[in-house]
């Protein structure tokens, strides 16, 4: 099956500092990717819709400036937290389909300190 | 990343039938969540189940959890044609969540 491949799959940064996280599909090509997020022991919470070759929909109380998302090709989607806090720390995700199946990147669980 | 089974793979009723979805699972887990997909959308959070409990109810929708057998069920009673989409389930074990491969669910009108 289509395989989705998330790195890195955990993180330890500075505050202040940024972290990029990268989702690739690696046998398929997604014009489509969405990044969720998750609190301990939360259900996920969809960040945003990120398409190739045009800017990501961000749902709402998303900072778009604290979360950049990039697009830049078929198989690569890119998050990066910018200017992290420790309140950033959580576990990060994305995922994109192949018809109506979704296949999910391994998760990144970032923690800022 | 993929694990667990869901069936059936893809399912398809009238409306006003119920729909009856299940999710099995291989680790021990914190609890079970259960999101819905529609065509080109994100997924969204249906109803999330603890480990320490055994059935959740949220309007139309009836989740179990049996953790013995290492299985959950998603019952959605009186579908409607609204309720066409994929559903997964996502287990959640501390490190990590993981999914299913999910059911496309149709509601015929």
């Known amino acids: 099956g289509a395989v989705v491949s998330q790195h890195p799959s955990r993180v330890i940064c500075k505050s202040g500092t940024s972290v990029k996280i990268e989702c690739r599909s690696l046998?398929?090509?997604?014009?489509?990717m969405f990044w969720y997020r998750q609190f301990p022991k939360k259900s996920l919470m969809l960040m945003a819709t990120s398409n190739e070759g045009s800017k990501a929909t961000y749902e709402q109380g998303v900072e778009k400036d604290k979360f950049l998302i990039n697009h830049a090709s078929l198989t690569l989607s890119t998050l990066t937290v910018t200017s992290a806090h420790p309140e950033d720390s959580s576990f990060y995700i994305c995922?994109?389909?192949?018809?109506?199946?979704?296949?999910f990147g391994q998760g990144t669980r970032l923690t800022v300190v | 990343s993929q694990q667990g089974e869901e069936d059936p793979q893809a399912l398809s009723i009238q409306e006003g039938e119920n729909a009856t979805m299940n999710c099995s699972y291989k680790t021990s887990i914190n609890n079970l969540q259960w999101y819905r997909q529609n065509s080109g959308r994100g997924l969204v959070h249906l109803i999330l189940i603890r480990s320490n409990e055994r059935e959740k109810h949220s309007g139309r929708l009836r989740v179990t959890l049996d953790t013995s057998k290492k299985s959950s069920s998603l019952l959605i009673t009186a579908s409607r044609a609204a309720d066409t989409a994929s559903y997964f389930c996502a287990t959640d074990a501390g490190n990590d969540m993981r999914f299913g491969a999910g059911t496309r669910l149709t509601v015929k009108p």
């Open positions: 995922s994109a389909n192949v018809g109506a199946e979704a296949f």
């Open positions: 046998d398929f090509q997604a014009t489509t």
